[in-house]
């Protein structure tokens, strides 16, 4: 893909996502545009004070609740990527509804807009929380998740195609808990909910480009997935607080003691490449499933999850992971 010849817009634009996204865009690809879209002026000021600022580069002010503001967004629109959504679990937790209206019916509103403008790609973040969810966040996720996969068969003849990315925890991200373990060092004292918990990681940049790859490679109608290591919490909590006690506090509701990438009802579907998983339409009436030529279809009983992982990352490779996130938070960027 000529990326040079692309205008990319992207819904939550000021995330962290966003701007990692806007940042390598900006550097490597230069694209004809980027279309930063997202619902708060404050955040886009300070993006472009500091330094988010090209001739190529645009900021949209607008919700991805409101139709008609993204339809307008749109236009001349090649690629989207889709990273706007409430992710917080406590808070999705106690306004339900709030969580539906910008993960649901706001993937929609994508959905719709890109197909009224003929944008050609749409690559949505999703999360290992789709998958067998027991929270609202997860549970909105894989809604989303299925209403873009769906959606390519209300493409028609149109050139615009769906699909989704689904990868676990972002390190050092919003929300991660690395500032939290950071912040509670000062102390000595580190709190964990359970110590037998297990978390796939990626980091931001690793995300941000198989976002990327993906968006190149798709066809429509994949949930495409990359390898990535598990990390054991107590090990996480280590590394960062190394002579630290350790209190553990209960699993918290809505929380699993490890997450799943893949389920066994997905693996039928499922091909396995070198470095990624693609989860194939369950339905091949239109389009997705030339994958299997490509790579291994996993039998069955296949599940990709946490605490079966055979990537684990021990306690030095985390260190060499958190060193720059710390020094992020030192220079009080977290």
């Given at each position: 893909?000529?990326?040079?010849?692309?205008?990319?817009?992207?819904?939550?634009?000021?995330?962290?996502?966003?701007?990692?996204?806007?940042?390598?865009?900006?550097?490597?690809?230069?694209?004809?545009?980027?279309?930063?879209?997202?619902?708060?002026?404050?955040?886009?000021?300070?993006?472009?004070?500091?330094?988010?600022?090209?001739?190529?580069?645009?900021?949209?002010?607008?919700?991805?609740?409101?139709?008609?503001r993204?339809?307008?967004?749109?236009?001349?629109?090649?690629i989207v990527v889709h990273a706007a959504a409430l992710k917080q679990v406590p808070a999705c937790e106690y306004n339900p509804m709030e969580a539906i209206k910008t993960n649901i019916l706001g993937s929609s509103n994508v959905i719709d807009a890109a197909l009224d403008a003929g944008v050609e790609r749409v690559v949505a973040l999703s999360t290992d929380k789709a998958v067998n969810p027991i929270n609202l966040y997860g549970a909105t996720k894989l809604a989303a998740e299925k209403l873009f996969i769906q959606s390519n068969s209300y493409a028609g003849g149109r050139?615009?195609?769906?699909?989704?990315?689904r990868y676990g925890n972002v390190v050092g991200s919003r929300g991660s808990v690395v500032?939290?373990?950071?912040?509670?060092?000062?102390?000595?004292?580190?709190?964990?909910?359970?110590?037998?918990?297990?978390?796939?990681?990626?980091?931001?940049?690793?995300g941000v480009r198989f976002v990327i790859?993906?968006?190149?490679?798709?066809?429509?109608?994949?949930?495409?997935?990359?390898?990535?290591p598990s990390m054991s919490i107590v090990d996480l909590a280590k590394s960062i607080v190394p002579d630290?006690?350790?209190?553990?506090?209960?699993?918290?509701?809505?929380?699993?003691?490890?997450?799943?990438?893949?389920?066994?009802?997905?693996?039928?579907?499922?091909?396995?490449?070198?470095?990624m998983y693609v989860v194939q339409p369950a339905e091949a009436l239109w389009f997705g499933r030339d994958w299997e030529k490509l790579g291994r279809l996993m039998t069955e009983e296949f599940r990709y999850a946490s605490n079966t992982n055979s990537s684990w990352l021990d306690v030095n490779q985390i260190n060499s992971i958190i060193s720059p996130i710390e020094q992020d938070y030192l220079a009080g960027k977290l």
């Open positions: 893909m000529d990326w040079s010849k692309k205008v990319v817009l992207i819904t939550g634009g000021t995330g962290s996502f966003g701007k990692k996204l806007t940042r390598i865009m900006l550097d490597e690809y230069n694209p004809s545009k980027i279309i930063v879209f997202s619902r708060d002026e404050l955040k886009q000021h300070e993006m472009r004070a500091a330094g988010y600022d090209a001739h190529n580069l645009r900021y949209f002010i607008g919700d991805v609740r409101d139709l008609d993204m339809r307008r967004a749109f236009e001349g629109v090649d050139k615009t195609r769906f699909a989704c990315v500032p939290v373990f950071l912040r509670q060092r000062e102390s000595g004292e580190v709190t964990i909910t359970d110590d037998r918990m297990t978390r796939f990681w990626i980091s931001l940049e690793q790859r993906c968006a190149e490679q798709m066809h429509g109608g994949e949930v495409f997935v990359p390898k990535i630290a006690k350790i209190n553990v506090i209960g699993i918290r509701p809505g929380e699993k003691l490890h997450e799943v990438l893949i389920s066994e009802d997905e693996a039928r579907t499922t091909v396995e490449l070198e470095d």
